[in-house]
């Protein structure tokens, strides 16, 4: 369907709502995707007593590459010893049959919120900024701004509960995703700030805020944070967080990437529905507006370097602030909100994590902070289900293989558990 034809439909607003808003349901991230969990418990407590971690990945990774589900993953593994383990299955692309591996860059979807969160987090305690610096505070006086958006904080920004919407509701929006369904092109690329501005010109509040995942609100994060230091987000990025953490191939441009060589290309999965499902998909560029929303291309690697760095808030200054973007803001059982991080409550383990889905591919970024633990899961396709990393997570956590390394564990572990423990 061309644009000529789509805009000679007979929409009424109110169907337009309606259709924008199963769009929004259909291509969000975040707390919409879904993560499945153990439900045999026979099968978990078999993988666990096996005291193999290549066992256990592969049976929740090789189904997805036979079913082809996805062309190709990498699961990464970070132990509580500190160690890291990295398991590759299928392509990074159909025409090149090369595995992926640690090193294999991916685009990350919304894990870019996790980066500009933690920027957001050392701006806060360096006292560049403030979580309670609202948008009238920190745009210029003459910004096109509602009263109630205004009033919308830095806290509210990065916590999703500003009561922006995903993106806003608008014909054009609407209008790029139909396109989208049939090519795979971003139907984000008019988002600018002219755009952006416009919406929050009349934006209003509801009267009572709840959590609710917005895009929007993460690339307006980016905006207010490079107009409040001067610099742009790739320089932030890079003096505040990769270059101290040593990230070497994590960024927003993957052709300026060490590795831009050896990286992953993104393919159709459950989106969008009128590609056929293992085809490539184009690569997505996103306006100066919205990249810090979901722009990063990263490596596993790089990601479970970078999870290490939220578990050990001993070490250093920066570690410990990013240990405190872990700390629940909005509590509730399932989906609880922190600094551009989700936690649930499952049965006696508390996981925190971050979902990230775009263009054609998808990632999992999942913490148990308890036992020192963290993995990574990507993929070179879209889709909704995380079937690895939330229950791969689940499954260490009954695993004797994967318990904290005390002297009292290391005389109770088989020789076996124990080489697995120090490799």
Known sequence: MTNQAIQKLPWSSSTLLAVCSLCILLTGCGTLSHRERDTDNAQTKQYADASNLQMEVD?????????????????????????????????????????????TLFAVGSLSKGF???????LVDEGVLSWNDTLG??????????????????????????????????????????????????????FDTNYVFNYLSDFKAPAQVNPQYSNVGYGLLGYVIQRRTGQSLDTLLEQKLLRPLDLKNTGYVPD??????????????????????????PDWQFSDLMKGSAGVYSNAKDLLTLAAAHLHAEKSHLNHT?????????????????????????????????????????????????????????????????????????????????????????????PQQTALLHQ
Do not use: C
């Open 256 to 281: 300026d990437l060490p590795n831009h060589a050896n990286r992953a290309y993104g393919h159709v999965g459950d989106q969008p529905k009128f590609k056929l499902r293992g085809a490539r998909m």
């Open 137 to 190: 505070d920190l745009l210029p006086s003459n910004a096109p701004l509602s009263s109630d958006a205004k009033k919308i904080t830095v806290l509210q920004l990065a916590t999703h509960t500003s009561g922006l919407p995903l993106q806003p509701l608008t014909f054009q929006t609407f209008r790029y995703f139909v396109e989208y369904l049939f090519t795979g092109e971003n139907f984000y690329r008019h």
């Open 116 to 122: 500009l969160g933690n920027l957001t987090a050392v």
């Open 322 to 414: 990013l240990a405190d973007t872990l700390q629940v803001r909005y509590a509730r059982p399932i989906d609880a909100h922190a600094i551009a991080w989700f936690a649930d409550d499952v049965e006696d383990q508390h996981i925190t994590y971050q979902v990230g889905m775009v263009s054609g591919f998808s990632s999992y970024l999942g913490l148990d902070v308890e036992r020192n633990m963290a993995v990574v899961v990507l993929q070179n396709s879209f889709n909704w289900t995380d079937h690895v990393g939330q229950k791969l997570l689940l499954r260490m956590a009954r695993a004797p293989f994967v318990t904290q390394p005390t002297q009292a564990t290391l005389r109770q572990a088989t």
């Open 59 to 103: 049976s929740l990774a090789l189904p997805l590459i036979k079913q082809g589900e996805t062309p190709g993953m990498i699961v990464g593994v970070l132990l509580p010893n500190g160690s890291m383990k990295f398991f590759g299955y299928g392509v990074t692309d159909q025409n090149t049959n090369q595995k992926p591996d640690a090193d």
